[in-house]
C-alpha cells in the first residue's frame, strides 16, 4: 500500500508533500530558524536566457544563481571547455554567486561570444545552467548601389525591393519619402513581411523620386536608409483591367511551417485591375478566431500561441471585378521539445524507493539523455540502485550518501530542455513546525481546523489527542487530512479543550499543543419591524442581540445600505434606533449590523412616513409570536411543548406551526414539525434519538404568519440503534469483473448514534455460498472486485452505530459487470425484395456468448460497386440498429444493379461485439435516373440537332432511349407529339422537317428493361425564313397611294408659305412715331426715317429686341382683333403686339424670351445655344 508523504507549515511555514514508497518529492525547507542545518544539493535559482544578444556599449551580464546546503560554489566553461574567470581582468563573478560581469570597455565584444555554462557544486551534487549562447547585436551598412530609374506604365504592377543588411536581430523596415513621412499604404500599395514594397497596380500618382526603405536596428538603436528608388509611370501604352493573380507567394501553392506555441504569418499578395481584395479561409477545418487576427489590410494573417491543430490548408483568394485567383498556403506544424511532465526533486528516507520522470512532447520527438551531477549518466560510476528506462529513473532502496542531481537533457532539431532535480537522502527525526500553544476559536456549529505541520525522513505518523486522555480516531465528526491537520466538521461547545499532536517515525517522536475554543453565535433575538408613521411623529427600531460574553460586539445602524444622517433626530441606544420627528426623507430601510471578531449578525426593516390621518381604520395584521415556550413530560422519544399566543391583532388565529434545528447535525436550518388548532396551546412531538433539538412556534392567521418565537432551550436525546436502513440500493457492474453496490446514505437524524457505518452484504444469486461482508463509513458505495461477468447477486445494506445494527435489510438482486459480446450471429442470409429493399435473416447468438444485456444486433452494409463497374468504388458505410433478440431486419434505400458487403454484430450494454463474416449480395436492375443533360444545337429554319448524357445512376442495363416533342403555339397550345426511339449507344440526332420559326418541346428519357426513368425537358425555337420576311416586306417609295400622299403634304405647305409672304408685307410699315413721341423714352433712337415710320427691318441680329418695346406691367400681351397676327399661322406665337397692332418683337424662327414668360417654348434649341448652356 503506498504510503502519503507530506508536511505542512502553516502561517510562515512551508508545505512539502511526499508521495508513496514510488515518491514524487518537493524541495527541502532552508528555513534557518526551524530547520538549521539542513543538507540540501545546488538547485538553480536563476539563470539568462538561452539565446542572449548584447549591446556592445555595455558590460556583458551572465546571470547563474543557486541555493543549497551548504552554499554551492560556482564555475563556468565556454565553448565546452574551462573558462578561468580568475586569469581574465575584464571577468568578475560575484560573491556567493555564479553571475559573470564582463568589462568590454575598451575590448571588442566579439571576444567574448560563444556557448556559456554554469555549475553550481556542493557535497551532495552538481547542478548545471542551460547553455548560453552570447552574442553581440549587429547592425551593418547597406551596401553601396547604384539605382536606375523605373519606367512602368498605368496599370502594371511594381515591387520595389528592400532588401535590407541582414542584422541580429532582423531590423524593423518601413518606408518613406525625403520629408520622412510614411508612405501611404492601402489595399492597391502595401509592405510585404520581407521589407518589399507592393504595388498591385501603379497609377500616375506613383510617379516620385523618393521611395526610400529605412530599416531600423533595435538593440543598437540605429536607423539606416537605402538609395532612393525613382519610379515614373508612363501613359502612352496603359496596362488594360485584367483578372487577380499573384505576386507573392507565386503559383498556385506553397508551404510554410511553424513552431508549436510561436506566431504563424501567411501572406498573399495579389495584383490586378481593379485591385483586387483578398480573403482567407482554412480547407480543412474553422480559423481560430480568439488566436486570429488580419494585418496589411487582409493581405496578412497572423495566428499566435500556434497549435497542433493550426496545421493543414490555408487557401487565400483575391478577386475583382473580372474574376477570382487562389492559392493554398500548406502548414506544417512542428515542435521544439516541450514539457508534459518535468522532473522534480525527490527527498527520500534510507532503504525507501523514488522516481524521476522526464515527460516530454515535440515534433519530431525529442531525444532524451540524462546526467548525474552535470556527468552523462552513462559515463558515471554505476549504481546498481538506479536503474534508467528512457524518460526514467527509478531509484531502489537508497542509502544514505546517495544524494545527487540528476539532468534530463530532451532535444530535437529546433531545440532541447534542461532540468535539473536532486535527489536528497535524508534520516530527519519528526519536527512540528506548528507554533506551540496556538489558541483557535470557531462559532458553534461551523468547523473547525487545528494544524499540526510537522517534517521527518521518514514521514511521521500523526496521531491526535484531547485533553491527553482519549485517542481521536478519524472519523465523524472528526476528519484527519493527509497533511496532520484535525478538522472538525460541526464544532459544539463540548468541543472545546487542549489537543495534543504527535508526529512520530522510526527516529523519534515529538508533540505539540494547541487550544479550541468554541463560542456561541451572535444572534438578533429582537428584530427591528416594519413602521408605518405619521410625519412629525417618533420612529423606534428595537434591535436586542445575544452573544458570547466572551467576545466583545460592536453595533451599527445603516440607511440603505450606507451610514445614518449626521442628523441629531437620530438617537443610537446599547439596542435601539430612535428617530424624531420623522420627515418624508427619512423613508428607507434601516438595518442593525451586530459584529463580533469571529461572526456578525443583521436584521432590516422598512420605515413609511405618512400623513396623519382622523380616524384610523381598523388594522388587520398577523399575530405577534408566542411567548414562553416549555418543555415538559420529558422521554427519550418525545417531549412535550407548550406555550403562551401573542396578540391575534383583529384577526383569529387559524393554527399553530411548531418548527425544530438540530445542532448537532444541522445547525442554523428549521424544519417543520408538526401542526395545531389554533385554539391549542400544547403540542406532543415525537423525537429521533440522538439529536440537540431546540423548538420554536408559529402563529397564523388569515394575513399571514407571525414572526418565529424565541426558541425553547436545547434538549438533547440519547443516542441508539439505527431505526431505519439506506434506500435506493443497487447492484450494477461497472467492468466485466466488477459489482458496484451504491444506495442513498442516511441523514446525521436518522444516524441515531454517533459511528454510522453501512454492513454491505452480497453473495452470488441461485449458488449456495455464505454471504460476503464488508462495513464502511462516510460512503455511499462499495466496490466488490473478482466477480464472474454479468451474474446475478443479491445484495443489502444494514445501518451500524455504535449503539448496535439497524433491522434486518431486505435483499436487493443486482448483476455484475458486463463485457463485450464473444462472437457474431451466424447463418447470416440476405433476402432481396427488390432494387432498392432487401432482408437480412440471421441466428440469435447464445446467450451466454452475449455476456451482458442484450440490447439488439447492428447490422453494416456498404455499397462496394455498381455491377456495371468492374473496379471497386466502395461508398460510406450504413448502420442499422434492431433492438431487442430479433432475427431479420429490412435494408431500405439500396441503389439497384449494385454490389453490396454486410456483416452483423450482437451489441448489449457494454458494446459492440465482432462482426460476422462479410456477406456480398446484389441488387436486380431498376428505372434509370435521367440522362445527364440534353443540349439542342444548329438550330436553323427546319431542324437542330439534339445531344444528350448517359444517366449518372443506370441501375442496370440501358436498353435505349424516348424523344418525344411537340410544337407550341403563341398561345402556349401543345400540338401533336411525335415519338422516337434510340439505341442506348446513340447521344445525338438531328431532327429535320420542323416548322420554322416555331418553339418545340422536347421530352426525354432513358430506359432498362424494368421500364423508362424521369424526364427532362427542353424548349427551343427554329430561325424564321429570311425569304419570307423580304417577301412580306413593302416598298413604301415604291406605292402609288404614297406618293400621292406626299405630294398633297408638299403643295400644302407651299399654300401656307405664300398666305405668310402676303401677310408680312401687308404689315411692313407701321406708322409709331406718335407712340415714341408720347413716351419720351431716353433709350428710344430716333429712326433713320424723318416721317416717323419704321423701315424694313432686317434678322440679322437674331438675338438683339428691338429697343424700345415694351409689355404691360403685368407681363401679358393684349392681342388685337385683326387677323392679320402671325400668331394665327403658329409660327410667330412667341411674338409681341402692342396695343395698337404694332410688331414689338423679332420675326424669327427663334427669339430671346421676355423674363416674364417662363421657359415653356417648345421650340428646338440651336447648336449655338446648347454650346452657351455648358459655358
Known amino acids: 500500500m503506498d504510503r502519503k508523504r507530506k508536511w505542512v507549515l502553516n502561517s510562515g511555514a512551508l508545505l512539502v508533500i511526499f508521495l508513496g514508497r514510488m515518491t514524487t518529492g518537493l524541495e527541502v525547507p532552508l528555513d534557518p530558524k526551524v530547520l ?43 565553448n565546452g571547455t574551462h573558462f578561468d574567470v580568475e586569469k581574465d581582468s575584464k571577468v568578475l563573478m560575484k560573491p556567493s554567486s555564479g553571475t559573470l560581469v564582463i568589462d568590454i570597455s575598451g575590448e571588442k565584444a566579439e571576444a567574448y561570444e560563444g556557448i556559456y555554462q554554469c555549475t553550481a557544486r556542493n557535497e551532495h551534487g552538481t547542478a548545471v545552467s542551460n547553455n548560453i549562447v552570447i552574442r553581440q547585436s549587429r547592425s551593418p551598412l547597406w551596401s553601396k548601389e547604384r539605382k536606375e530609374a523605373i519606367m512602368v506604365q498605368v496599370g502594371v504592377s511594381l515591387v520595389l525591393q528592400c532588401r535590407p543588411p541582414a542584422g541580429l536581430p532582423p531590423p524593423i523596415i518601413f518606408w518613406m519619402d525625403n520629408n520622412f513621412q510614411r508612405l501611404p ?131 487565400c483568394t483575391a478577386k475583382n471585378s473580372l474574376g477570382s485567383a487562389h492559392h493554398i498556403i ?32 515535440g515534433d519530431p520527438k525529442p531525444q532524451i ?119 472538525i466538521n460541526v464544532a459544539q461547545s463540548l468541543n472545546s479543550g487542549k489537543y495534543t499532536c504527535i508526529a512520530s517515525n522510526n527516529l523519534g517522536t515529538r508533540e505539540n499543543h494547541v487550544y479550541l475554543e468554541v463560542k456561541e453565535p451572535t444572534r438578533i433575538l429582537a428584530q427591528p419591524e416594519y413602521m408605518v408613521v405619521q410625519r412629525n411623529r417618533k420612529a423606534v427600531f428595537e434591535c436586542k442581540v445575544k452573544h458570547d460574553p466572551t467576545l466583545i460586539p460592536t453595533m451599527n445602524w445603516l440607511k440603505d445600505n450606507g451610514e445614518l444622517p449626521d442628523d441629531e433626530r437620530f438617537l443610537v441606544d446599547t439596542d435601539s434606533l430612535t428617530i424624531n420627528d420623522v420627515t418624508e426623507e427619512d423613508e428607507g430601510t434601516y438595518t442593525c449590523v451586530m459584529n463580533t471578531t469571529l461572526d456578525q449578525d443583521s436584521a432590516s426593516a422598512m420605515l413609511t412616513v405618512v400623513e396623519a390621518t382622523p380616524t384610523p381604520a381598523i388594522v388587520y395584521e398577523e399575530p405577534d409570536p408566542p411567548t414562553d415556550l416549555e418543555l415538559t413530560d420529558q422521554r427519550e422519544r418525545s417531549v412535550q411543548l407548550t406555550w403562551i399566543p401573542g396578540d391575534e391583532h383583529n384577526s383569529p388565529t387559524q393554527k399553530f406551526l411548531v418548527q425544530y434545528e438540530d445542532l448537532l447535525h444541522q445547525a442554523g436550518v428549521w424544519h417543520n414539525l408538526t401542526e395545531e388548532e389554533g385554539t391549542k396551546t400544547t403540542a406532543h412531538l415525537d423525537l429521533s434519538p440522538y439529536a440537540y433539538y431546540s423548538f420554536r412556534v408559529l402563529a397564523v392567521n388569515h394575513v399571514g404568519y407571525s414572526r418565529p418565537s424565541q426558541p425553547s432551550r436545547q434538549y438533547r436525546t440519547n443516542p441508539a440503534a439505527p431505526d431505519v436502513n439506506p434506500t435506493d440500493v443497487h447492484g450494477v457492474g461497472t467492468e466485466h469483473n466488477n459489482l458496484v453496490i451504491s444506495w442513498k446514505e442516511l441523514t446525521g437524524l436518522q444516524s441515531n448514534g454517533p459511528g454510522l457505518q453501512y454492513k454491505v452484504n452480497w453473495r452470488q444469486k441461485d449458488v449456495e455460498e455464505d454471504w460476503s461482508s464488508e462495513t464502511v463509513a462516510n460512503a455511499s458505495k462499495y466496490v466488490v472486485s473478482g466477480t464472474p461477468t454479468f451474474v446475478p447477486y443479491e445484495v443489502k445494506v444494514q445501518a451500524v452505530n455504535d449503539y448496535g445494527n439497524g433491522p434486518a435489510p431486505e435483499a436487493v438482486e443486482g448483476y455484475s459487470g458486463e463485457d463485450v459480446p464473444m462472437s457474431a450471429p451466424e447463418s447470416v442470409q440476405v433476402l432481396v425484395q427488390n432494387g432498392t429493399l432487401a432482408e437480412v435473416h440471421w441466428e440469435p447468438v447464445l446467450t451466454s456468448v452475449v455476456r451482458g444485456r442484450l440490447q439488439g444486433y447492428k447490422v453494416s452494409y456498404w455499397r462496394e460497386r455498381s455491377l456495371h463497374q468492374a473496379e471497386a468504388q466502395q461508398e460510406e458505410q450504413q448502420v442499422l440498429a434492431f433492438s431487442g433478440n430479433r432475427t431479420d431486419g429490412r435494408l431500405p434505400g439500396l441503389k439497384p444493379y449494385s454490389l453490396y458487403t454486410l456483416n452483423i454484430r450482437v451489441v448489449n450494454g457494454k458494446g459492440e461485439g465482432p462482426p460476422s463474416p462479410n456477406h456480398n449480395f446484389e441488387t436486380p436492375e431498376g428505372v434509370p435516373g435521367p440522362p445527364s443533360f440534353l443540349r439542342i444545337k444548329n438550330t436553323n429554319m427546319d431542324s437542330l440537332t439534339l445531344e444528350w448524357g448517359p444517366p449518372q445512376d443506370n441501375n442496370g442495363r440501358l436498353t435505349g432511349y424516348t424523344l418525344k416533342y411537340q410544337p407550341v403555339n403563341s398561345s402556349n397550345e401543345l400540338g401533336p407529339v411525335e415519338e422516337m426511339m434510340f439505341p442506348a449507344n446513340e447521344t445525338t440526332v438531328i431532327l429535320s422537317d420542323l416548322k420554322y420559326s416555331t418553339r418545340y418541346k422536347f421530352y426525354f428519357n432513358a430506359k432498362t428493361i424494368k421500364g423508362s426513368g424521369p424526364t427532362i425537358t427542353e424548349e427551343a425555337v427554329t430561325i424564321m425564313d429570311e425569304e419570307a420576311m423580304k417577301s412580306n416586306q413593302v416598298d413604301l417609295a415604291t406605292q402609288g397611294w404614297f406618293i400621292g400622299l406626299m405630294c398633297a403634304i408638299a403643295l400644302l405647305i407651299l399654300v401656307l408659305l405664300i398666305i405668310c409672304f402676303i401677310k408680312r408685307n401687308k404689315g411692313g410699315k407701321y406708322p409709331v412715331k406718335e407712340k415714341e413721341d408720347a413716351h419720351h423714352d431716353p433709350e428710344i433712337q430716333p429712326m433713320k426715317d424723318d416721317d416717323g415710320t419704321f423701315g424694313e427691318y432686317s434678322d440679322t441680329e437674331d438675338h438683339k429686341p428691338l429697343k424700345g418695346s415694351r409689355t404691360p406691367s403685368n407681363g401679358t400681351v393684349k392681342r388685337d382683333d385683326s387677323d392679320d397676327s402671325l400668331v394665327d399661322y403658329g409660327e410667330g406665337g412667341d411674338g409681341q403686339f402692342n396695343e395698337d397692332g404694332s410688331f414689338i418683337g423679332q420675326y424669327s424662327g427663334k427669339k430671346e424670351k421676355d423674363t416674364h414668360e417662363g421657359n415653356e417654348s417648345s421650340e428646338a434649341p440651336s447648336p449655338v445655344n446648347a454650346m452657351n448652356s455648358f459655358v
Request: charged content about 20%.
Open 369 to 487: 539523455a540524462w546526467s548525474v551531477n552535470g556527468v552523462p549518466i552513462e559515463d558515471s560510476p554505476k549504481d546498481m540502485s538506479r536503474k534508467v528506462e528512457d524518460d526514467t529513473v527509478i531509484l531502489s532502496d537508497v542509502q544514505t550518501g546517495s544524494s545527487a542531481v540528476y539532468q534530463c537533457n530532451a532535444s530535437n532539431e529546433f531545440g532541447y530542455l534542461l532540468a535539473n532535480a536532486f535527489v536528497n537522502v535524508l534520516a530527519e527525526a519528526p519536527r512540528v513546525l506548528t507554533p506551540p500553544n496556538n489558541v483557535y476559536q470557531v462559532i458553534t456549529n461551523n468547523p473547525a481546523f487545528l494544524d499540526c505541520a510537522s517534517f521527518g525522513s521518514p514521514i511521521p505518523t500523526i496521531t491526535w489527542f484531547k485533553d491527553s486522555q482519549t485517542s481521536i480516531l478519524n472519523r465523524d465528526p472528526y476528519v484527519i487530512h493527509n497533511n496532520g491537520t484535525l478538522e
Open 36 to 78: 538549521e542545518g539542513l543538507p540540501q544539493p545546488p538547485t538553480i535559482t536563476h539563470q539568462s536566457s538561452k539565446d542572449f544578444i548584447i549591446d556592445p556599449r555595455e558590460n556583458i551580464l551572465i546571470y547563474c544563481e543557486a541555493k543549497g546546503k551548504p552554499h554551492p560554489s560556482f564555475s563556468w566553461t565556454r
Open 330 to 361: 500548406k502548414v506544417n506544424v512542428k515542435a521544439a521539445p516541450f514539457w508534459i511532465s518535468a522532473p522534480r526533486n525527490l527527498i527520500l528516507a534510507p532503504k525507501e524507493t523514488g522516481i524521476l520522470t522526464c515527460r516530454v512532447s
Open 185 to 315: 499604404q492601402n489595399t492597391r500599395v502595401s509592405q510585404a513581411l520581407n521589407g518589399d514594397l507592393y504595388f498591385s497596380n501603379v497609377l500616375l500618382d506613383d510617379t516620385r523620386n523618393d521611395y526610400i526603405c529605412y530599416a531600423r536596428f533595435p538593440h543598437t538603436q540605429t536607423i539606416q536608409q537605402k538609395q532612393p528608388i525613382t519610379v515614373k509611370v508612363l501613359d502612352n501604352s496603359p496596362s488594360g483591367e485584367r483578372r487577380p493573380s499573384f505576386m507573392a507567394p507565386p503559383g498556385r501553392s506553397s508551404t510554410q511551417m511553424a513552431l508549436r506555441g510561436g506566431v504563424l504569418e501567411l501572406e498573399c499578395i495579389a495584383e490586378g485591375l481593379p485591385t483586387p481584395e483578398v480573403s482567407w479561409y482554412k480547407e480543412s477545418g474553422d480559423l481560430p478566431s480568439s488566436r486570429m487576427s488580419f494585418h496589411n489590410f487582409q493581405k496578412t494573417l497572423k495566428i499566435a500561441d500556434v497549435m497542433e491543430a493550426d496545421a493543414g490548408d490555408y487557401r
